[in-house]
């Protein structure tokens, strides 16, 4: 499968504790891209990389929220401090950097915050 | 600021029975417009992307349109396999990153 991959794929917490998402794009793309998606609702940008470099945040990424993307390729994303508010299926996507191309989506990771 | 819409929210056929989805947009300089389908439970599966209006994409039993201000998602005789949720989305020139901007989603049911 050369798909963009998420990891894990369920995660349930309590709520203060810290967890940790993976994403691995497909191979070729050098951008990367974490959306938010909650409950019958589209979803909403959080962050995005090109190569290593992280170069665009939305306001929603409160400063509980941090990612990152080591040598440009797998992505963590982490939320520390976890809140009920956080619950939500977390979206991974990935294009190909030469242009304005589609982007294509893991997955997911869906977090439910107790 | 960009917006999408979507309507309706959800939409019931009957096998068979074409119809369209709608999806308005204000976007200051649009770069492209995105469908995507989502299944419960999984991610957007790209479907197509129109640049300019006047434009249009034709996947089976889909055929996407775009005009200045919104685009159409025609569905023609659907099945089952159909059902799923519908997203819109947009690219625009205000965007460094090319982020996307999403409507809320149409949910299509098509019944046999």
């Known amino acids: 499968d050369t798909g963009v991959s998420q990891d894990p794929r369920h995660k349930i917490t309590k709520r203060g504790q810290n967890v940790t998402f993976r994403c691995d794009p497909i191979s070729e793309h050098n951008r990367l891209y974490w959306y938010r998606q909650t409950l019958g609702q589209g979803p909403e940008f959080l962050t995005y990389f090109q190569n290593e470099a992280q170069l665009e945040k939305s306001r929603l990424l409160s400063d509980r929220f941090s990612a990152e993307r080591p040598k440009g390729s797998f992505s963590t994303l982490e939320i520390q401090r976890t809140e009920q508010g956080d619950s939500a299926m977390y979206l991974c996507?990935?294009?190909?950097?030469?242009?304005?191309?589609?982007?294509?989506f893991g997955p997911g990771t869906r977090l439910t915050v107790l | 600021e960009d917006q999408v819409t979507q309507s309706p929210e959800a939409l019931r056929l009957q096998e068979g029975e074409s119809s369209s989805l709608n999806c308005s947009y204000t976007v200051s300089g649009l770069r492209g417009l995105f469908w995507y389908r989502q299944d419960p439970g999984k991610g957007p599966e790209f479907l197509f992307t129109?640049?300019?209006a006047g434009e249009e994409k034709e996947k089976e039993r889909l055929k996407a349109t775009l005009t200045k201000k919104e685009s159409f998602l025609h569905i023609t005789a659907p099945k089952p396999e159909d059902s799923a949720t519908y997203l819109c989305?947009?690219?625009?020139?205000?965007?460094?990153?090319?982020?996307?901007?999403f409507g809320g989603g149409t949910r299509l049911m098509v019944k046999p």
């Open positions: 996507a990935s294009s190909l950097g030469t242009g304005w191309n589609e982007q294509f």
């Open positions: 129109l640049y300019s």
């Open positions: 989305a947009v690219q625009s020139y205000n965007n460094a990153g090319n982020m996307l901007t």
